[in-house]
């Protein structure tokens, strides 16, 4: 059913874990769905210094998850928001079309997170 | 790491076909390929192989004649035929049906069919341990009712309802009561007389017989309208030819289940308690689904706070262990299944929930195999998920 890049970042996903004094945080998902992600940001110069991640959820929500911290990690906040869902699905070899929607939700919530870090850091952020 | 391991855990899914049965079977692929209708000689041995069957599936269930069982192509054909041939043929009677809300889907969407076709259908609660309540049961039933279908037992939570009672409820009016019997079929003595039921819905592959077949049961003088028209085999009831070797795979696995049935409840019994009790020890947050004595003997439903069922499903299969869950991931629709919600459960409760069943090959070794290795599946994922409280140390 998933393919064997998702299998693996199933087993052993990457980044996994709390950024206690993290910079941002956003959580998307909903347990109806049975899906929730919460990604934790430490922001450097404008770059992404450290992504970690925590999910509730099926094998594709865990990989997803992982596969966007990957992704992420060094890069400045306009490039991050720039990770699409069709992104991380790629990277991952693709997904099975019933978790395209719910469970593909790790861009969404790095978007939060990083939108969570400009709320809290105001205009300087911006900059 | 090469996993050796290979622990068949879904029972309720699908089931081996029992060695005795395939060989029952084979001679009617083979040689006795006859068609039962044929006047000539090749006729006769498949003829006289649905008598015998017919009488075996009919002395499973204690009916009162074998006539009375009509071969259908499995279980959802003969719930199908139960709801909306009683619906169709009574009609003139009363346009009401009353069921359960946690009936299979070959129970629940008929009704929701025959909802588009003029008719009524009532879902019938349940409490938090899936048994139908007999006094909204009673409350439902009116003038207009003409069928209540009530499932024997639930595959997904193990619940047995109180059939009898229900039976007596029913029959207090001219109403026929349905009963699928697919999810306790060959583990639990059913006698249809002594238990007051009308219509019966029986599955062969449920009790080590081959897929694809199936039974109704009809007590005499039962009006029904056949789903099927043509040229009138099962006395006009189920038009088609007959599938021989299904049916007397069927007759075959309904003869072994009713002699072995006492001993191997009694082995599953001893088992699923076994496998309920070391994962609800051996870890925290973790909860029985469905009755805990009015239960199938092959049925260990649970749940585990704070995590998903698929995640569990998948890391089990990579330790060698085939399990099932209520959870929408699994299925094509997004919800999780309406029967652990229609018992009360929270959404992330359901979607928490694993269903181990049991069957003829496991062993108690294997059982204490899974009791091993789920501690550390569930606090794996614990660890990755939002939702673990910090105050559960893992």
Known sequence: MYTEKVMELFRNPHNMGEIPDADGVGTVGNPVCGDLMTIYIKVRDNRLEDVKFKTFGCGAAIATSSMVTDLAKGKTLEEALKITRADVANELGGLPPVKMHCSNLAADALHVAIEDYRKKHGEEAKK | MAIEKCVYMDHTAGKPVDARVIEAMLPYMKSAYGNPASLHSFGEEPRKALDEARAQVATLINAERKETIVFTSGATESNNMAIKGVAYRNKDRGTHIVTSSIEHMSVINPCKFLKTRGFEATFLPVDNYGIVSLDALGKALTEK??????????????????????????????????????????????????????????????????KGIGAIYMKDGTRLEPLLHGGGQERGLRSGTENIAGIVGFGKAAELAKAEMKTESQRLVKMRDRLIKGLLDSIPYSFLNGHPTRRLPDNAAVRFSFIEGESMLLSLDMLGVGASSGSACTAKTLEPSHVLMAIGLKHEEAHGSLLFTLGRQNTEEEVDYVVSIMPAIVKRLRMISPLTPKELKL
Not at chain 2, 169 to 193: E, L
Not at chain 2, 194 to 200: C, Q, S, V
């Open chain 2, 145 to 210: 009712t003409i069928l209540a279908s009530i499932m024997y037992a639930n595959g997904e939570i193990g619940t047995i309802q109180p059939i009898e009672e229900i039976s007596k409820i029913v029959h207090k009016k001219n109403i026929y009561f349905h009963v699928d019997v697919t999810a306790a079929n060959g583990q639990i003595p059913i006698d249809v007389r002594k238990e007051g039921i009308d219509l019966l819905t029986l599955s062969s592959n449920d009790m080590y017989g081959p």
